[in-house]
């Protein structure tokens, strides 16, 4: 890979303006921009669930869907450019299930929490959902990958379902909602 940071600081977007990857110029506050934003902070605190003490293989699962959010930033960079296809969906679903197998029906709703990894889970499926919204805002106006909209609802699945397994695997239980404590 070629040096494309060389400088960190440009100061061109000291006016309120940022640079998309085609060259263009829009307000920070655009929903484009918003969409970004968001999945620049999912990556960050799924970076912090991979430092905790997890498996190998939930540690291999989340690398994977980092380079995956990198890519929908890079669809959001450049208009019109298309990466994701539907195999990163399926990747989601089939570990969706794995981990699923292993974890007793849902019966109640529960609360975020339990282990601190856990927690750090639930988090991220938080900002997953704002990214969400985010991008269905976007769409509105400017068309989003459809593959990539439907991977980041199937992500705030799998992030709480990896939630759910993380605490069974600290032997922790889930803290589930009471009515009217």
Not at 57 to 85: A, N
Not at 90 to 96: A, G, P, Q, V, Y
Not at 138 to 151: A, P
């Amino acid at each position: 890979m070629a040096n494309r940071l060389t400088k960190i600081y440009t100061k061109t977007g000291d006016s309120g303006k940022t640079g998309l990857g085609d060259g263009s110029r829009i307000d920070k506050f655009n929903p484009r921009i918003e969409g970004l934003g968001s999945i620049d902070e999912l990556n960050s605190v799924i970076g912090i669930i991979i430092s905790e003490d997890i498996s190998a293989v939930e540690s291999g699962w989340l690398e994977k869907i980092q380079h995956d959010l990198f890519d929908i930033g890079g669809e959001l960079s450049i208009p019109s450019f298309i990466t994701l296809t539907m195999v990163k969906v399926e990747f989601l679903e089939s570990n969706i299930d794995k981990m699923n197998k292993e974890l007793p029906p849902l019966k109640e709703f529960i609360l975020p929490g339990g282990s601190k990894i856990s927690s750090y889970t639930h988090l991220a499926r938080t900002i997953c959902r704002r990214v969400e919204r985010n991008l269905f805002e976007l769409n509105q106006s400017d068309k989003v990958n459809e593959v990539s909209l439907k991977y980041i609802n199937r992500l705030s699945d799998f992030l709480f379902v990896l939630a759910r397994h993380l605490n069974k695997s600290k032997n922790i239980h889930d803290i589930f909602w009471k009515k009217n404590i």
